[in-house]
C-alpha cells in the first residue's frame, strides 16, 4: 500500500484507515505448529513517519490453539536489534479510542447561552531454540539465508532472505510451521522487489502466560512511504479490517494506489441513535463498503 501526505494547516496529523478487503490486511501473516489454525481478521497498525524514518507498531487480534506460533513480516532491510521493540498494548489502544467516531449532542434550551454537550462513544470498538547447524545447511540448501537473530522481550526473531519463495516457505515448513495456502504468490512477489522477512516467535519462557502479545514494533531508514499488507490476507477467514493510525510532522496520510472515500460525516442524525451509535456507525461502514465493492480506502 503506497503512501502520499496531504498538506495540513496540522503540526501532526492522525488519521484512521479502515481497509476493506482486498485491501485489508495486516502486515503479515501467521504461520502455527502442527496442523493448529490462525486468523487474523482485525488488525492495529501505527505508522509514525519522519522524513525517511518509519517506525511501524503492529497489534492484531490473532486468535487459535497453538501455545507457539510465529508472525512473518516482510521487511525493505535487515534491522539492527535496537530497532526492533515491543510496545506497550495501551499505547494503541489509546490511538483508537481518540481517533474513534463521535456522538456530538447539543442542547439550546436558553437561545442567548449556548450551551452544548459532547457524548462520546467510541465503536466496539520451553524456549525456542536457536537454527541448530542441520538447519542453517538446510537453509543454505534452500536459496534461505538466516541474516540476524535477536532476542526482543518474549519474542525470538529470524531475519530471513531467500532467492525464491519456494525455498523460503519449504524451510519454514520442514521447520515445523504450516504455511497458509496461498502464501507462495505474495511471498514470491516481495522477494521479487528485495525485501527480507522477519520471523517473530513466542518464547514460552519469557512469556508471562497471558492471552494476549504486546504489539511488535520495527523502525527502518527507506525513502519509500509504505506499508506491506497483502501477507495479512492469506490469514483471513472472508473480509478483515485493517485500521492504520498515521502521524507525520506534514499532516494527513492518504493511500496512491488504493481509491480514498470519505465516510458520512458532520450530519444530523435521529435522537434514538444516540443509544445504539456504534452498530449505526458499523452500519455506515459495512454500507459504504459494499458501494466501493470493497476496494477502497475509509
Avoid at 73 to 99: F, G, S
Avoid at 278 to 297: E, L, P, R
Wanted: proline share 5%; hydrophobic share 40%.
Amino acid at each position: 500500500m503506497k503512501l502520499r501526505h496531504l498538506v495540513s494547516a496540522c503540526a501532526l496529523g492522525l488519521t484512521s484507515l479502515a481497509l476493506s478487503a482486498p485491501a485489508q490486511a495486516f502486515c503479515g501473516f501467521y504461520v502455527a505448529k502442527a496442523d493448529t489454525d490462525l486468523f487474523n481478521d482485525a488488525s492495529k497498525v501505527v505508522l509514525v513517519r519522519d522524513e525517511e524514518r518509519t517506525v511501524i507498531t503492529m497489534a492484531s487480534d490473532y486468535r487459535g490453539e497453538a501455545s507457539e506460533f510465529a508472525m512473518v513480516v516482510p521487511v525493505v532491510d535487515i534491522p539492527e536489534r535496537e530497532q526492533i521493540n515491543v510496545a506497550n498494548p495501551a499505547l494503541v489502544e489509546h490511538l483508537d479510542e481518540y481517533t474513534a467516531p463521535r456522538l456530538v449532542e447539543y442542547y439550546d434550551d436558553n437561545p442567548c447561552e449556548m450551551q452544548y454537550r459532547k457524548e462520546t462513544m467510541a465503536m466496539a470498538a520451553p524456549p525456542a531454540p536457536a537454527p541448530t547447524a542441520g538447519a542453517m545447511e538446510e537453509a543454505e540448501d534452500l536459496g534461505v539465508t538466516i541474516e540476524a537473530e535477536y532476542e526482543v522481550g518474549e519474542y525470538d526473531i529470524l531475519i530471513l532472505s531467500a532467492e525464491e519463495s519456494d525455498g523460503l516457505i519449504t524451510w519454514l515448513n520442514n521447520n515445523g510451521y504450516r504455511i497458509p495456502d496461498g502464501a507462495e504468490e505474495v511471498v514470491g512477489s516481495y522477494l521479487r522487489q528485495g525485501m527480507k522477512f522477519f520471523v517473530a516467535k513466542v518464547n514460552l519462557d519469557r512469556h508471562d502466560g497471558s492471552t494476549m502479545l504486546r504489539p511488535i514494533q520495527v523502525a527502518y531508514e527507506d525513502e519509500d512511504f509504505m506499508l506491506p499488507i497483502r501477507l495479512g490476507t492469506v490469514n483471513a477467514e472472508g473480509k478483515q479490517e485493517l485500521f492504520v493510525f498515521a502521524i507525520t510532522r506534514q499532516g494527513r496520510v492518504e493511500t496512491t494506489n488504493y481509491k480514498t472515500v470519505k465516510l458520512p460525516s458532520n450530519m444530523d442524525v435521529p435522537i434514538y441513535v444516540k443509544v445504539e451509535f456504534g452498530a449505526f456507525y458499523k452500519a455506515i461502514f459495512t454500507h459504504q463498503t459494499a458501494k466501493q465493492n470493497a476496494k477502497a480506502v475509509f
